[in-house]
């Protein structure tokens, strides 16, 4: 299928010929484009004495300043006033559309209750979905809007967005009507993602058969009607006991396939289940959550090509100590992405950074892993790594610029907010009040 809508010639680019001058660090994450793996992860190309030039909103050189200045005489030249210059950083993972924040959930989670139990009361998700459903596509549009950008304030330039609390044809198709707008209004970078199958809606839980109406639904009707509106590049599916079951998965996620759209798969975030297996063998693009995942499924995706994308955030909120063995994946040659799952319920982080610091202190990666997690990785999650994430020749020049002299600052200030701009094909996409000159 061709994704005429998410091309690059979507994107204004910036003046026609850039030098990004003066920066303490450029870390390029040059390399092949692709998944990075194994010791692969550990180089994320930082240089000291770097320039970067853009033309046409394309990266065209990564040189000495002499050097880029020889080649581009007429280039404006922007001062990155010592900071690290690094690719714009690539959410691969959110449930960006959504009304009510559940802020409630927390003090019900404080005195005991877990996620499933909050579940079974009717709140989590379902209150979501009730709520989502009563919202008009203009209330929605706003409020993500600005949660968007709020993304894009830590550095984010390319971020895929959620589908999932509608649960409804109509809802859905509501829900990526509203990402489809936002990706035309906000210079970000925007990924949609279907995920229909992020619950069984309550109307269709009397039975089996009820169950099995709403996975016919999916299969029959919103996914062939997604795919033809070209409404997302993915589909997804939260595969986990008491949710879908492993045949219901594979179910949803052929015809998916079938009809053009890329997959991924919510596996194993709270219980062991084989979805690490499940994704691996579907080809999925991504695996993510994996805090519960079996050596037979870090296994499986080792011998694949799914990135598993790792959501420390979430369990960080959830309060729970355990989380998914990063290190084992990467020792296995398994290629690890970073997100925030950015949701109403169980991560309502915008801060990307954060999440690299919880890469590091909880997942024990290294702070070179814990970049490419949230750049190459990233990228490969959402399949945009021959496009974005690293600062290379031909690659788009979506770059994000942080207030550190060196980038093992970015996850040691855990929570702050150093990002002064990024850029989407060489043309701002948001500048703090840290300034440039
Ligand atoms: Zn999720």
Redesign the pocket.
Known sequence: MSNSQFNDTDHPVGEATQLFVNASQVVTCAGPARARRGPEMNDAGVRSKAAVAVRDGLVAGVDTLGELRARFPDAHEIDCRRGVLMPGLVDS???GIFGRPRYDEQEMRAAGLDYMEIARRGGGIHSSVRDLRARSEDELFALARERLTRLATFGATTVEV?S?YGLTLADELKTLRVIARLSGALPLRIVPTF?GA?EIPLEYRESEATRRAYVELLVREMIPRVASERLARFA?V?FETGVYTVDESRAILTAARGAGLLLKL?AD?LTSSGGAELAASLGATSA??LAAVSDEGIEALAHGSTVATL?PG?MLFLGKSTHAPARRLIEAGVPVALAT?F?PG??PTPNLPLVLTLGVSQLRMSVAEAVIAATVNGAAAVAMADRVGQIAPGFSADLALFAIEDVRELPYWYGDNRCIATFVAGKACHTSDLGLT
């Open positions: 993972h959110t449930h959620k999932g995920l992020h997804d939260f919510h975030e993510d959550h959501l979430t799952d949701n169980t991560s």
